[in-house]
């Protein structure tokens, strides 16, 4: 009885997993269709990764993945940059607590609404158009998710490890550069993913801020799915299922080898 109890939450599992992959595993083998039109891969048609070679050796695809792979280690950047200093204040004076709070805030609010205060702001800054206005806009997105990672990080940490650096004499700043910023680096890492992850799939705000030259990958797809999916479109958005599905697969591994008992 417990083995079948056992199999039926294992079958279930597989059952979740194979629910939530498929879409993404439809995706990809659309981008590999061989046709001019999209479908399904079939033994008779095989797989073929052309789509993809059109892709990159377009001019507007290739502008779009640049400035999306740009604004998205721009945001990593002031994610963490932020999100880590505020995570350490939090832990260490209770008056910051209602701060940091708030920043978890634009995460609950549609896109649409941070898009459209961005564009208002930003114009009025002379950054509407550029990689550092989209970067920004991306981080009420990014930071969140930075910050929510590395304050549980910073709060697993042995406080008795900083003690002991401080009675070896090491000032404040020494102890935190030598002692607690290594073992955060994995969270630092994990954090950074998560936010560029989190900027180069945003689509409104980018709508709303982009311009000229500067359009990410997903601005330059949106307008060409409306009427007809075509293969190229199935292979762009393939790109950015990949770039999050490596993303993500390297926040796993350095959180679980982090994870491990030493």
């Given at each position: 009885?417990?083995?079948?109890?056992?199999?039926?939450?294992?079958?279930?599992?597989?059952?979740?997993?194979a629910?939530?992959?498929?879409?993404?595993?439809?995706?990809?083998l659309?981008?590999?269709?061989?046709?001019?039109?999209?479908?399904?891969?079939?033994?008779?048609?095989?797989?073929?990764?052309?789509?993809?070679?059109?892709?990159?050796g377009?001019?507007?695809?290739?502008?779009?993945?640049l400035?999306?792979?740009?604004?998205?280690?721009?945001?990593?950047?002031?994610?963490?940059?932020?999100?880590?200093?505020?995570?350490?204040?939090?832990?260490?004076?209770?008056?910051?607590?209602?701060?940091?709070?708030?920043?978890?805030?634009?995460a609950?609010?549609?896109?649409?609404?941070?898009?459209?205060?961005?564009l208002?702001?930003?114009e009025?800054?002379?950054?509407?158009?550029?990689?550092?206005?989209?970067?920004?806009?991306?981080?009420?997105?990014?930071?969140?998710?930075?910050?929510?990672?590395?304050?549980?990080?910073?709060?697993?940490?042995?406080?008795?490890?900083?003690?002991?650096?401080?009675?070896?004499?090491?000032?404040?700043?020494?102890?935190?550069?030598?002692?607690?910023?290594?073992?955060?680096?994995?969270?630092?890492?994990?954090?950074?993913?998560?936010?560029?992850?989190?900027?180069?799939?945003?689509?409104?705000?980018?709508?709303?801020?982009?311009?000229?030259?500067?359009?990410?990958?997903?601005?330059i797809?949106?307008?060409?799915?409306?009427?007809?999916?075509?293969p190229?479109?199935?292979?762009?958005?393939?790109?950015?299922?990949?770039?999050?599905?490596a993303?993500?697969?390297?926040?796993?591994a350095?959180?679980?080898?982090?994870?491990?008992?030493?």
């Amino acid at each position: 009885m417990r083995l079948a109890g056992r199999a039926a939450w294992h079958l279930l599992a597989v059952a979740v997993a194979a629910f939530l992959l498929s879409p993404l595993v439809l995706s990809v083998l659309v981008s590999l269709y061989p046709g001019r039109s999209i479908g399904l891969p079939t033994l008779a048609t095989g797989l073929t990764p052309d789509w993809y070679r059109i892709v990159l050796g377009d001019p507007l695809y290739r502008q779009g993945l640049l400035s999306s792979l740009a604004v998205g280690v721009l945001t990593a950047a002031i994610s963490v940059g932020l999100g880590l200093p505020l995570a350490v204040a939090e832990f260490r004076h209770r008056w910051v607590r209602p701060v940091a709070a708030l920043v978890v805030l634009p995460a609950l609010v549609p896109s649409v609404v941070l898009g459209m205060q961005s564009l208002v702001a930003f114009e009025m800054l002379g950054l509407r158009g550029t990689r550092l206005g989209l970067a920004l806009a991306h981080t009420l997105w990014g930071l969140p998710l930075a910050y929510l990672v590395l304050r549980a990080a910073y709060r697993r940490l042995d406080p008795r490890l900083r003690d002991a650096a401080r009675s070896l004499g090491a000032g404040p700043w020494r102890a935190g550069w030598e002692v607690t910023l290594p073992l955060l680096v994995p969270s630092l890492v994990v954090a950074a993913l998560l936010a560029f992850v989190a900027s180069i799939n945003e689509l409104v705000m980018s709508l709303f801020l982009a311009s000229g030259s500067v359009r990410t990958l997903p601005t330059i797809i949106w307008p060409q799915v409306r009427h007809a999916v075509r293969p190229d479109v199935a292979a762009a958005s393939g790109l950015l299922l990949l770039l999050a599905v490596a993303a993500a697969g390297v926040a796993l591994a350095v959180w679980r080898r982090a994870a491990r008992p030493r």
